[in-house]
């Protein structure tokens, strides 16, 4: 398979809406009543679901991109406070660092200078390949999960299938 085919494959996949729901299709006309409140049965809520998929692809990005990289810690680094909450513009900034984030991995993966299956750093046993498919495997699930969550919280439009 072709380096160009590999690269056009994973910002599809970055981008969504193929094989699994996208952000913004998850997202749409979320009621902002609901940012907060816990999940049924759950420890946390809509808000706290899309921040760790934000500080996680953030994280991931870090790894990729940054030569000081400081491991986070497991799970608390990887999760908001579960007693904090949001506001309307804290929900959008959240979603818009996704998109930003996003679309950096996706100005990474288009240079002509990166090779994908290349490893990370000299020693490495990642590779831009395998950090992007983490992202999307990681953010997929958690889509799924929140398109879940709207169907148990009532919070998608009567016409929604």
Known sequence: MSSTLIKKQLVAALQGGQAHLGLDDAVANFPSKYFNQLIPGGTYTPWHLLE????????????????HYHELSWPHDYWPDL????????WQH????????????IDLI???????????????????LREVLLIVAHTGYHLGEFAILRQVM??????HL
């Open 52 to 67: 760790h998929i934000r500080i996680t692809q953030r994280d991931i990005l870090d790894y990729i991109t940054s030569d």
């Open 83 to 90: 007693k904090s909450q949001t506001q309307p513009r804290h």
């Open 94 to 105: 959240t979603i818009d660092q996704i998109h930003a984030d996003t679309q950096t991995l």
């Open 110 to 128: 288009n240079s002509p200078d990166t090779n994908v299956t290349s490893p990370l750093s000299p020693g490495s046993p990642h590779n831009l």
């Open 154 to 159: 009532h919070t998608w439009s009567p016409n």
